[in-house]
Each structure stands twice: as C-alpha cells, then as structure tokens.
C-alpha cells in the first residue's frame, strides 16, 4: 500500500507540478570504490573456475533508479562471488547517477538519451554521439557474452512488481521458474526505442528485466536482492533459493498505446497490475481520440500518469491460459 506522502506527491506531479516532493527513504550508495571495475568502468566480473553460465546482473540502466545499485554495492561489499560460472555485475549509466540527489530525485533518469531506449545495432554502430551511446558502447562487448542477462528496475508511478521479457521463449521459461513476482510480461517493446532486453532476445540471450516496486523504497531492495538470489540459485551460479509458494502467471502485451498529443490523459490514476473487466472500457483521452481497452480481463501495463507525445503511455496485456 502507497503512503500518503509518496500518493500526495505523485498526483501533484501528474498535474504537472515539477515541484512535487517525492520522498526518497533510500541513500544513494557510494560507488567511488566500485568505478574502476576489474573488466571496465563500473563493471566488476567474477569467474568461479567451474562450469557453468555467464550471468550478467545491471543496475542503474536509469541513473535515479539507485535500489539496484544498492544491492550491487551490498554484493560487492560482501565479497559475493559464483559457485559456478561467471558473474558480472554491471553499474550501467553512471554519469546520470553522479547527479542524483533526494532534492530532484527524477531529473538524474539520463543526461541525452533514455539508456533503455537506445539498444538498436544501427544506433550503436552510428555516428551518435550522446553520452549513453558512448556508454551503451563500452558496456556492450560484456553484456554481449553473458548468457542471461538481469537488469534491475524500479518504478515511479504505482505498479505492481512484475519481470518484463522481450517476447522469446527461453526468456518467458526462465521468468516463469523464479514465480517471484508472480507476473511475467511478455511484450514486444516501444515506438520511442529498443530497451537491452529486446537487444539481447534478438541475438538469442535470455534476459528479463525485474520492475521491483518504488523508487525509493527499502522493500524494492529487498525484492530485488530476493529474486536476482533465486535467479542464480536456478541457473547454479549461486547456492539454490527457497521457491516461493505461489506460481507465476504469463501475460502478453498486445497494444502499446503511444502518446500522440500533449494532452493525453488518463481518465483516473490507473495503477500498473489492475484487471479492467469489461472490452471497451475507457481509460484515457489523447485529444478527440479515447482510448479503451481492448477486451475483457485486460492487464494495464506500468501507466505513465504523466506522459509526452511518443512516449508509451500504457500497454495492454492478456493473460495466457494455464
């Protein structure tokens, strides 16, 4: 259950109040010890010298998204390390997460570029020369030789905690075993850009993507060092991890609703994880146009309540059958 504080804040920022205070209950860690790396900038790898897969774990793909860089920093404190195979643990955008501060929590998300919008080969292999390119670059070659790749968010408008995957079956399998959380996505990806999990799907690497609760939060920590844990114990690079009581459910998004205007709006402040029960629902106006949803047991996907034109505003989903 959302705070009043952080639910106060948040509808302020929906209206359009860049002033809103967001309460940020997390410290950002200090990574100084952790930027040379050992296999480059911010990027620390680990072989065990046994057999086994090439497990990549990447936090800050987003620069204010500092839960998983906390679990990284506990990890590397701890002296974590593979019983089998290798494990990478990759601080991904941190010239955007040397500006993060609690006062302006948001405006530390990228400095040029969406970090999880520019994983095209044609953009990587041009002639752009924005800051995440440059990055997006240098991390490239590691996450290339990862056999499964998990890469840490967190969210800043209400949603449930789900895992994303690029729309391949190795991907969904795997993101199914951990039934933590207990939805899976299985979406395509957006009109504004290739997120690193459509990346790597496309050259044939397992990857899932963890939404894993509020920005700021402990208990996104919390979850994120939980199901990454269990993500290793059941490739073995790790010591196994209690299954969770619950199985997952499999959900596949069939429409990306894009922004067109700039007063797309929705018609209530939808949460990420809601069932709208009935085809044709409303949920939102982008200028003349309404926008309902497409049929019965519709899964809203990570509502963007404050949204710009080609931007991903919502994403419809559909339960897969048992």
């Known amino acids: 259950m959302m705070d009043h504080a952080l639910s106060h804040a948040l509808a302020a920022l929906a209206r359009g109040d860049d002033a809103a205070k967001l309460p940020v209950r997390l410290v950002a860690p200090d990574l100084r010890p952790w930027i040379d790396g050992n296999a480059g900038r911010g990027i620390w790898s680990f072989d065990s010298g046994l ?32 019983v089998a195979g290798r494990l990478t643990l ?31 080969p044609a ?18 070659p590691v996450l290339d030789a990862a056999d499964v790749v998990l890469d840490l968010h967190s969210v800043l408008w209400p949603s449930d905690t789900l895992l994303l995957v690029a729309g391949d079956a190795p991907s969904e399998q795997l993101a199914l075993a951990l039934c933590d ?30 939404e894993a609760g509020d920005h700021w939060e402990a208990r996104t920590v919390g979850l994120m060092d939980r199901v990454a844990r269990r993500a290793m114990g059941l490739l073995g690079v790790a010591p196994p991890a209690p299954r969770p009581p619950s199985t997952a459910r ?22 990420g994880g809601e069932v709208i029960a009935h085809a044709g ?17 519709c899964l809203l996907v990570m509502p963007n309540l404050r949204t710009a034109p080609g931007m991903t505003a919502v994403r419809f989903a559909r339960f897969t059958q048992a």
């Not at 057999?51 to 590397?76: F, K, M, R, S």
């Not at 953009?123 to 490239?140: F, Q």
């Not at 629902?281 to 309902?292: F, H, L, N, S, W």
Request: positive net charge.
């Open 181 to 210: 959380p207990p939805v899976v996505v299985s979406d395509p990806g957006h009109e504004a850009g290739r997120r690193l999990i459509d990346y790597l799907s496309a050259r044939g690497q397992r990857a899932l993507l963890l």
């Open 90 to 120: 990759v601080f991904a955008n941190l010239d955007a997460y040397a500006r993060f501060t609690p006062e302006a929590p948001t405006v530390s998300r990228f400095l040029e570029m969406d970090f999880n919008r520019v994983w095209d």
């Open 250 to 271: 499999l959900a596949r998004v069939t429409h990306a609703v894009t922004a067109r205007g700039n007063s797309f709006a929705f018609l209530r402040a939808f949460r």
């Open 51 to 82: 057999p086994g897969p090439h497990v990549a774990v990447v936090a800050l793909t987003h620069g204010n998204e500092i839960a998983g860089a906390i679990v990284l920093d506990q990890w590397l404190r701890t002296r974590l390390r593979p």
């Open 281 to 297: 629902t409303p949920i939102a106006r982008d200028g003349g146009v309404e926008i309902v949803t497409p049929y019965d047991e």
């Open 123 to 140: 953009l990587l292999d041009g002639p752009g020369r924005a800051s995440e390119l440059r990055r997006a670059r240098a991390i490239r």
